[in-house]
């Protein structure tokens, strides 16, 4: 057999417990065998009680889970790393749980995503997958037609997110039909 195709998945909600309904629709694919016989996953998921207990199902089926300190829960670990993004000028917000991506040789990064605002998040991760020339998926859980980012360098962020993306999928019913 041939060695599995590695996709590493980062499961991006970010309110506290991390973890909502949107989540099953990832967790559910991966944790089915017909899915994680084939392929190697790695989850990266914000540590809560919750996402702790999720890990574990994950786990038990054989699928490596991982997880980070999530800035919505620590104030001085959020503005540490903020302060060192406006020291070091840099033009996107760098997130230290996205240093995976250059860590290990994945096949496809996949970032699960609740809400459009939250592709801006992601331009320090796709910038990571340009590097190491690793396609990437988005599935996105809920676009909104009022969708209000807060500055142009904002909506350019997301727009090279979303258009760079080798696939982008659409999760709630409204945005497949519209």
Not at 28 to 34: A, E, G, I, L, S
Not at 66 to 81: A, Q, S
Not at 131 to 156: C, R, V
Request: net charge positive; hydrophobic share 40%; with cysteine.
């Amino acid at each position: 057999m041939a060695d599995k195709k590695k996709i590493l998945l980062f499961s991006t909600l970010n309110p506290y417990p991390f973890w909502a309904g949107s989540e099953n629709f990832w967790f559910d694919f991966v944790n089915d065998k017909r899915v994680n016989t084939d392929f190697q996953f790695k989850i990266m998921m914000a540590d809560s009680p919750v996402t702790r207990k999720r890990a574990e199902q994950l786990s038990s089926a054989g699928i490596n889970v991982t997880f980070y300190k999530h800035f919505n829960v620590d104030f001085t670990r959020r503005n540490l790393f903020r302060i060192g993004d406006k020291v070091n000028k840099r033009a996107v917000r760098t997130l230290p749980w996205y240093k995976e991506i250059t860590k290990n040789r994945y096949d496809l990064v996949w970032f699960n995503v609740a809400a459009l605002a939250d592709l801006a998040e992601l331009s320090y991760a796709v910038q990571l997958c340009r590097k190491t020339n690793t396609a990437y998926w988005l599935i996105l859980q809920h676009g909104y037609e009022d969708f209000f980012p807060t500055s142009p360098e904002e909506m350019d962020h997301i727009i090279e997110v979303a258009t760079s993306a080798r696939r982008f999928i659409f999760i709630a019913d409204k945005n497949q039909i519209s």
